[in-house]
């Protein structure tokens, strides 16, 4: 066995020649990576504390011996980008952890919405230098704002850049800091992101998140997205069709349609979005459900005959997020929102006339600069008028960078009265009261409550149903009776014998990583170890090298 491993292996010190480009020569084109710089052993005086624990640097990384944790924050467009990211650091072999303390590295995914999303995810950051762990940072904040204090040195994973996650954790478990922001591009042109196609670890396996574009047409004074999201840019019809004909084959019954605002889809490629949803309704099997995204209320003005007719479809749910912000004009211009009041009210007033029974969601923000007592009874009369059964209610918050943030501010505690004022006038009604006790519905039963005890289903109006917890029950259709309501969810009881309860959740047929892994053989198995011990111990001497070449 010895002489045959030297056969093998023959002198490892010929896996370089003089003959060979050096490393310094080898690195000189990947202008992303900043390699580490080299360790000298310097003594200190012990320290009573210490504030941060050393990370652990490889010179070789090893399939399956390291453990990766994931954290997102925000949009679904961002949820999806994590499912993404995940799909590839499986596919490549890592071990994907929700225990952040056994990971080596962690993968957080940032939104630059709010401030106090961004806070928490530098307070993430924070805690993973404390406990020791690699970082790679993802999401719009670093995208948005790469110079930021607290990212020097980081690992940065740009929004178009995802499917390049798995070589950027590699380096930065070597101790390297890799930062890809870069637009991706095809062919010289730009594109909304990698392929659809990608492999994913979903976080529901029922459902899944296809973003149909991204970045948007607006300038909205207030907004940081669109300094990391930029300008449109659409996925192409056939390939997002192709991509729900995909995830449906893998077993998913619901698919969620994303991106800063869908109702700009195909402007820049000669589409629109009614044409994207009538080609997916035809590869969308019996008993599945589409839910749409986010859409500004500009650009679903023009197409409301058609999306009122797409709302009603039985295997479509009759839900529309339209952003409102305010019910005033003059702080809408603020805004730079390119509509007015009216322009929403008619949006919502055509669509709940053609689609009786839709649920329409809105965002407020209140206290916004310049906005005064009036500005604000306008935006209360508008949401006294429709009670919205979902309203965000956000206090304004003065984003780095953005025209906003240099305008006048209104005073703190007026902001707070606004936004309680507001708080309690969403409280004083109850939506689902419309429901009588056992009054019939049909769910499709995809999530587990955040509590743990319940089933939720949804109904045709995206109404959230809490069911027992029955065997069997998720992935299924099913008729319940109302049994009770609170302020944001009804309970219920099934109705029908379980051979009655329609599956829309098909076996997956083939193996992959979104459902099980790939099985292995013994042979194979040992085989794939004694390739990556030659692997490694080449990786180290290249390494060696690497820090003879470069002058730190």
Known sequence: ???????????????????????????????????????TKVFRAPTKETTAVEKPVLDSVIPETQHIYMKTW???????????????????????????????????????????????????????HRAGKHVVVAGCVPQAAPRSDYLKGMSVVGVQQIDRVAE????????????????????????????????????????????????????????????????LVSYPVQEIVDRAVQVFQEGVCEIWLTSEDTGTYGRDIGSSLPELLWQLLEVIPEGCMMRLGMTNPPYILE???????????????SFLHIPVQSGSDTILGEMKREYCKKDFERVVDFLREKVPGITIATDIICGFPGETEADFEDTVALCKRYEFPSLFINQFFPRPGTPAAKMERVPANVVKTRTKRLTELFHSYEPYQKYPVNSKQTVLVTEISHDQKHYVGHNKF???????????????????????????????????????????????????ILTKPIEVTEGAKYGSMFAFFVLSCSLAIVSKYIFMYFDF
């Open 74 to 128: 925000g949009c679904a467009h961002n949820t999806s980008d994590t499912e993404y990211m995940a799909g590839q650091l499986a596919q490549y072999g890592y071990n994907l952890t929700k225990d952040k303390n056994a990971a080596d590295l962690w993968v957080l995914n940032s939104c630059t919405v709010k401030n106090p999303s961004e806070d928490t995810f530098r307070n993430e950051i924070e805690a993973a």
């Open 462 to 512: 995206y109404e959230q149903i809490l069911l027992p917890m029955h065997s069997n029950l998720l992935g299924k259709q099913v008729e319940v009776a109302v049994t009770g309501c609170t302020k944001f969810s009804m309970f219920g009881k099934i109705v029908q014998a379980e051979q009655e309860w329609v599956n829309c959740s098909k076996p997956v047929a083939v193996n992959n």
């Open 303 to 317: 197409h409301l005959e058609e999306m009122a007719k797409v709302l009603s479809h039985p295997r479509v749910y």
């Open 1 to 39: 066995m010895e002489e045959s491993c030297q056969d093998f292996l023959g002198d490892i010190e010929d896996l370089i020649s003089p003959e060979d480009p050096s490393p310094k020569d080898r690195y000189a084109n990947k202008k992303d990576i900043t390699v580490r710089a080299k360790r």
């Open 168 to 231: 950027v954790v590699e380096e930065t478990l070597k101790g390297h800091s890799v930062r890809l922001l870069q637009a991706k591009k095809v062919d010289g042109r730009k594109v909304a992101g990698p392929e659809l196609s990608l492999p994913k670890v979903r976080k529901n396996p029922l459902i899944e998140v296809i973003p149909i574009n991204s970045g948007c047409l607006n300038a909205c004074t207030y907004c940081k997205t669109k300094f990391a999201r930029a300008d």
